[in-house]
């Protein structure tokens, strides 16, 4: 099971933005992280807990290994606006977070 | 440019069935497993199935075990996805998505592309 924190966040252009990603077990680094805009298929950022998918700002990066997740945004832009879901691959069923709502 | 496109949802009622279909361009489709994810409206992402490329392995979710049944052709480069008995908690937008899954000095398993998504509505 994965829990995120918190559900939903406001914050403004330029902030440094944290989003946590809980396991309820250790998943060792086997987590990615999606961008989902409104209306939009989700879309990779962050795989294997720390790479930069090839194209994703560098504004964005992953961390974090066993059981503990983050996700920071370092200088957050209007285009940011979107739900950020983590994802476990250690075990079946792959399991997603539920979510963190990111408002500008 | 890798393309997915998913296609076969609609209304249906409970008890029903649908296939759904996904068709990939863009990449040499038969050299990758491929997945479904849904999302019920206003809710979350929920993985529902995986096959690897050639068909041999297969997984499903135990929300659709035993209901769903996923499948491939490569020489059409499509995926597909049989939902029988479909209930209304089915009801959701459905995408295909392209996994990638690979050894290289540690483990990895992600989805890089995404098709658009096809909503299931499941209603009498």
């Known amino acids: 099971q994965m829990t995120q924190s918190p559900s939903s966040l406001s914050a403004s252009v330029g902030d440094r933005v944290t989003i946590t990603c809980q396991a309820s077990?250790?998943?060792?680094?086997?987590l990615n992280w999606y961008q989902q805009k409104p209306g939009k298929a989700p879309n990779l950022l962050i795989y294997?807990?720390?790479h930069l998918e090839r194209g994703v700002p560098s504004r964005f990066s992953g961390g974090g290994s066993g059981t503990d997740f983050t996700l920071t945004i370092n200088g957050l832009q209007p285009e940011d606006t979107a739900t950020y879901y983590c994802?476990?691959?250690?075990?079946?069923?792959?399991?997603f977070g539920g979510g963190t709502k990111v408002e500008i | 440019e890798v393309q997915l496109v998913e296609s076969g949802g609609g209304l249906v009622q409970p008890g029903g069935s649908l296939r759904l279909s996904c068709g990939g361009s863009?990449?040499?489709?038969?050299?990758?497993?491929m997945t479904w994810v849904r999302q019920a409206p206003g809710k979350g992402l929920e993985w529902v199935s995986y096959?690897?490329?050639?068909?041999?392995?297969?997984y499903y979710a135990d929300s659709v075990r035993g209901r769903f049944t996923i499948s491939r052709d490569n020489a059409e480069n499509s995926v597909y996805l049989q939902m029988n008995s479909l209930r209304d908690e089915d009801t959701a937008v459905y995408y295909c998505?392209?996994?990638?899954?690979?050894?290289?000095?540690?483990?990895?398993?992600?989805?890089?592309?995404w098709g658009r998504g096809t909503l299931v509505s499941v209603s009498s």
């Open positions: 998505a392209r996994d990638r899954r690979y050894s290289s000095g540690d483990y990895y398993w992600y989805f890089d592309f």
């Open positions: 863009g990449f040499s489709f038969s050299s990758y497993d």
């Open positions: 096959i690897s490329s050639t068909s041999h392995t297969i």
């Open positions: 077990q250790d998943i060792s680094n086997y």
């Open positions: 294997g807990a720390s």
């Open positions: 994802q476990q691959y250690d075990t079946l069923p792959l399991t």
